[in-house]
């Protein structure tokens, strides 16, 4: 039996059927197992003509789905003439192979099909090259998948290969080469991000993280007033955006938004946008928005720790925002949320309620293990001034001649690395 050549994969506007045999340790339901996999397909701009789960211990290691499911998916493709089946599942080569040869259409996986949306969604330079080099490492161990079809082709007399593999040698030959400039396109880009988050240390940063759709944009609109992208789709947006917001309590401060995460966010997506989410790696407090409408706030939240543990941002302080207060349907998951987390609080971005709290409860969690300092020094004195600008927040600065008196917020412990010949640093109580 031929298999499905395969071209360069686009989903959108193209006519699927979505399967999936959901992880027994998640368990979602029966109903609700495609609920995730329909808003990605969603996004991707597919049209979905069929569905089909098998609840099982564990997917079958050769199919995924065992012998009955896959005549009936067979069956479903036949009767709705669809042109791509979507699994919500991570296939390994060998699976996605098999269920092509079987069903005789384009399997894409929750891993492509991610990547298939951030490579429709990337705008800038940056998100562009980590995109890229995702869609590159994923490609990489999939090329017999994608040239089987050739290797049918007689190879000539005395040939110990056929051209498909030939071709997929030199096709690895090239993507290696192409992922290794990327990396290094991409290292030059964090050195400069790095550098440049460091520099905005005269503020304290505060970076937005959560599950994707979690009302990050919405809420940084409310809190700075900004106008960023929302739409109501996953991974609407990719980049960082960085916006002053002023709270009473502390003054103005950077808040952040990341690029969303997701389940089974796949590895190399997550290594080459290390980049994008150097904020949230920098950042003095993480506010981590979840979604409490969603029936899955819970799992959402547990994994967006495991990303964030993954790109080195674990135990980081952070207060949990429980989102979309307005439409939650279930007050127990919120009462479960709070009780597991040490700082939480309910907010509607929407609305506006809870967000004068919120701005209380980042101001008091900012200042824990800071005080205000005077400090006295010679105007000259270059290298205090670039201390104070990487490691403290400089409220003011006045000038008396050749003396330079700096009113600051600074960490207490690291008040003694300033003291010095000509320099004097008085603590300031804070009013009653």
Known sequence: MSEPIRDELH?????????????????????????????????????????????????????????????????LVDATGAELIIFDNNLSPSQGRHLEQETQRIIVDRSELILDIFATHARTAESRLQVELAQLQYTRTRLKRMWTHLERIDGGIGASRGPGEKQIETDRRIIDHRISELKDRLEEVEIRRERMVRQRDAHALVSLVGYTNAGKSTLMNALTGADVYVADQLFATLDTRTRKWAIPSWGDLLLS??????????????????????????????????DVSNPEAEQQAETVEQVLNEIGVEGRRFILVLNKIDAARDRGTVDVLRAKYAHSVTVSAVTGEGLDKLGSLVGELLGEGYVQAEI??????????AFLAEHAEVIGTEYVDSTATLRCRIARNILWRINGEGTTVRLIEPSP
């Open 376 to 385: 006295v020094t010679s105007a000259g004195n270059g290298k205090l001034f």
């Open 257 to 290: 938004d990341t690029v969303g995460f997701v389940r089974d966010l796949p590895h190399a997506l997550i290594a080459s946008f290390k980049s994008t989410l150097e904020e949230a790696r920098q950042a003095d407090l993480l506010l981590h928005v979840v």
């Open 11 to 75: 989903v959108q506007h193209r006519t699927a059927i979505l399967v999936s045999v959901p992880d027994s340790s998640r368990n979602p339901g029966k109903e609700k197992a495609l609920d995730e996999l329909k808003g990605l397909v969603k996004t991707a701009g597919v049209k979905v003509v069929g569905e089909l789960v098998q609840m099982r211990g564990r997917p079958h290691p050769g199919t995924c789905l065992g012998k009955g499911k896959i005549e009936e998916l067979k069956d």
